[in-house]
């Protein structure tokens, strides 16, 4: 019934679009969004939320490989909010969001009080390397309606890596803003778990067996080291360029797989963000996540210094 009620509320936002300015119709269709995710929200035992480009999918493709050897399903359906639950009911629905349609509808903006009582996963990444993904997932990927609901460059527009990461709507400055908000509410989320995308890349195992714990499964070893070698840069895209999770939508699909940009799973690379600007670009960069981010998620230098 829900599916039927989503797509007929789908159908009627686009129609009646069709008449309004472009800015209302923008609205709208973001309160559709909103409307969906509240639906998956009110329904959800655990929340996944990160900003996009943090790694979601990745992440996502392993707690999913963990429930199917966990659970005896099958390879090549990702976890979507409650698909898995209805294969198996002792599976949770987990509901994995940007946090942005969301918000919007609720009205809490300014605060994470949607998450307050809600068993969260938060991954963060640093916020550099994030922008320089969002330049290739615009450019390649993202869909010309969602650039211009969203605020991103105009579609098709020539910009430089450089000039999007600096875009005040959705370049670093808006991410670090991201960031910051969820800093500021950490404290009141009753539940919570923080995962750092380059701490997945560097221990993956142990940042797994932190995710299966937090979500009440056990973490065994050799279940472990297969979602780890499932999950695998190199073994994601191959399925990606076979479209072996056809099932699952776009989410894991090459737009060209003669073109690796317009990969899902592109480079994976901790700090790549410094293959693509010149020396003094990197140190402005580096200059902003210093100045603007709170020292919370471990990527200012006064966190690093402490660690070392």
């Not at 969260?120 to 309606?145: E, G, H």
Request: charged share 30%; aromatic share 14%.
């Amino acid at each position: 019934m829900h599916i039927v009620q989503k797509r007929l509320t789908k159908w009627l936002v686009r129609a009646i679009s069709v008449f309004l300015p472009e800015a209302r119709a923008h609205q709208l269709e973001r309160w559709r969004r909103g409307r969906e995710e509240f639906w998956k929200y009110n329904r959800c035992q655990y929340i996944f939320a990160s900003y996009g480009k943090s790694g979601r999918t990745w992440v996502r493709v392993m707690i999913s490989r963990y429930y199917q050897l966990v659970y005896r399903l099958p390879d090549n359906i990702l976890m979507g909010f409650d698909n898995y639950t209805h294969l198996n009911r002792e599976i949770p629905r987990i509901f994995f969001t940007h946090d942005n349609y969301l918000r919007g509808y609720t009205g809490n903006i300014n605060s994470k009080k949607d998450f307050y009582h809600k068993k969260t996963i938060l991954l963060v990444r640093n916020p550099i390397d994030v922008a320089v993904s969002q330049f290739f997932q615009w450019k390649y990927r993202m869909r010309p309606a969602k650039k211009a609901m969203n605020r991103y460059p105009e579609h098709e527009a020539d910009i430089a890596v450089y000039d999007f990461v600096r875009n005040e709507d959705r370049g670093l400055s808006h991410i670090i803003d991201f960031m910051n908000d969820w800093a500021r509410e950490l404290p009141h989320i009753e539940t919570l778990l923080v995962v750092r995308y380059e701490d997945l890349r560097a221990h993956p195992e142990r940042e797994m067996a932190r995710i299966v714990e937090f979500l009440g499964l056990q973490a065994d070893g050799d279940y472990l080291r297969d979602t780890v070698e499932f999950a695998s840069v190199e073994n994601l895209r191959k399925k990606e360029r076979e479209n072996y999770f056809w099932r699952s939508g776009s989410r894991v699909q090459a737009r060209d797989v003669n073109d690796p940009n317009t990969f899902k799973v592109r480079k994976a690379k901790v700090g790549g963000y410094r293959d693509y600007f010149d020396d003094a670009q990197v140190a402005e960069l580096d200059a902003m996540v210093e100045a603007r981010l709170q020292p919370v998620f471990g990527y200012t230098r006064a966190e690093l210094a402490e660690v070392g």
